[in-house]
Every structure is written in C-alpha cells, then in structure tokens.
C-alpha cells in the first residue's frame, strides 16, 4: 500500500494538534516535529492504524531541524510514497508591546521560530524530494496580520509578512521546473488558542487591539482549533491548491 507524506510543525497543541489528529488515517504516514512529544497522540495514530513519528526539536534551532529532515527523507526515499507535503504551522509571538520595549532576544527567537526555521525546512523538504516523480506540496501557515499592520505585534507582523513573500518566491521557482511542487501561505482565519489568550490578556496600554480580541472571543467570532484545521486540510485537498501563493481560508 502507498501512503501519503505529511511533515506537521507545531503539532502538539492548538490547531496543529488537530491537524494532526485529523491526518491520523491509515494511508498516510505523519512526521510531526514539536517542543514536545504528546503521548496521546501516540496512542490515536496506533488505534487509526497510522505510521506516526514525532520528533521533539526547538524550531529555535531551525538549520539543525531542517539538517535532520533533510537527512531523514533522503535515506526514506519515494518508494512507497504517494505523495508528499510539508506542512510549517508552527510559530511564536514575541512579548506584547511595542517594538522599542521589546527584549532583542525575544524578538530573535519569534523571527528564528516563525520565519527562519519554515524557510529552512522548506528548503530541505524541496531539495531532498526534488527528484521525487509524485504530487508535493508546501502550506505554510500564516496570518492575517502577515497582510495588515498591528501596533505592538512588529516581530510577528514580520514574520508572517515574510513567510508569504517567501512562498510567493518559491512559486515562481517551483513553476519553471517540469514537476515542482505546488505552494501555497493561507491564513487560517481567527482561532481560539493559547495565541489569542496573549493577546486577550495582554496590558491594553501595550496593546491597543486588546479590547478588539476580548470581543471576538465574547461574541463567539473565534473558530475552534478542530474547525480551523478542517477547513485548512479542506483547502491543501484543493484541485487548485497551489494556484494562488498567498490565500486566505476565509476567501
């Protein structure tokens, strides 16, 4: 039986949590790299009957993980594979508040993590199965804030603004090649996780959109983290996925 590849960031908690649950199916076979390992996630990929690898790697340390991933596909090899995608989702932001209150440390880590390291992989993913003669594809996961200015969200404003002009570049890279592999940066939309209990609870004299947060979690405006990874897997099964480099899953 061929599988389908799926290589998740960011897979332990929020939305990549359930993404990764959701990919959990017998004909796929799922690498996720997190901080953490999630036992429970063990547990579900067994009971699907779903190859599942988890490696625990700080993002923080991008060019190690992406030597890691480069090395690991080039010994997996296509044999047996169907297709193969990368899926960067995870990311960090820096300490809420303006840029020149921001502690240079933190600010290096939020760009390593949400902009240097999905850059990275996607390079070792890109090369290590250029050669590959199946379906690939690369989501990135970004953000609304990637397209529009937030006071007090410079770094992660930075990174996600990044990550789409990265994948637009690697489009135009991937369309000149006889079997490049198709690409795509989409906001998710607005989700409940632990992202948006930052910024909810973020001091409103460092962040002028706090009050703006509150309400949306008030008026029931957030989606939760099990829709949000439906309507992104929903989009990456696409027939067009691809066809445009940056989108939003709300289009």
Not at 37 to 42: E, G, I, K
Not at 167 to 188: F, N, Q, W, Y
Request: aromatic fraction near 4%; glycine fraction near 6%; charge should be neutral.
């Amino acid at each position: 039986m061929t599988q389908h590849l799926y290589i998740l960031t960011g897979a332990s908690r929020g939305m990549g949590l359930a993404m990764a649950e959701q990919l959990l199916q017998p004909e796929h076979r799922l690498l996720c790299l997190s901080r953490q390992v999630n036992p429970a996630l063990t547990v579900k990929a067994a009971d699907a009957a779903c190859t599942l690898e988890q490696w625990p790697r700080d993002l923080n340390l991008g060019a190690q993980a992406a030597a890691d991933l480069g090395e690991w596909l080039s010994q997996l090899g296509r044999t047996g594979l169907a297709s193969a995608t990368l899926i960067n989702n995870a990311g960090v932001i820096a300490r809420i508040g303006p840029l020149s209150a921001s502690d240079p440390a933190d600010l290096a880590q939020a760009m390593r993590v949400g902009l240097e390291a999905p850059l990275l992989l996607a390079a070792a993913f890109l090369r290590a199965t250029e050669s590959w003669r199946l379906p690939r594809k690369l989501l990135n996961i970004s953000s609304g804030l990637g397209r529009r200015a937030m006071a007090s969200q410079a770094a992660y404003c930075a990174a996600k603004a990044g990550m789409d002009h990265f994948t637009r570049c690697i489009a135009l890279d991937e369309a000149s090649k006889p079997h490049g592999a198709r690409v795509c940066s989409l906001a998710p939309g607005v989700i409940d996780t632990d992202m948006q209990v930052q910024l909810r609870t973020a001091h409103a004299a460092d962040f002028p959109d706090q009050a703006n947060f509150v309400q949306l979690k008030a008026q029931g405006l957030l989606s939760s983290p099990a829709d949000a990874a439906a309507r992104v897997l929903a989009w990456l099964a696409r027939s067009d996925f691809g066809a445009t480099p940056v989108a939003d899953v709300r289009d």
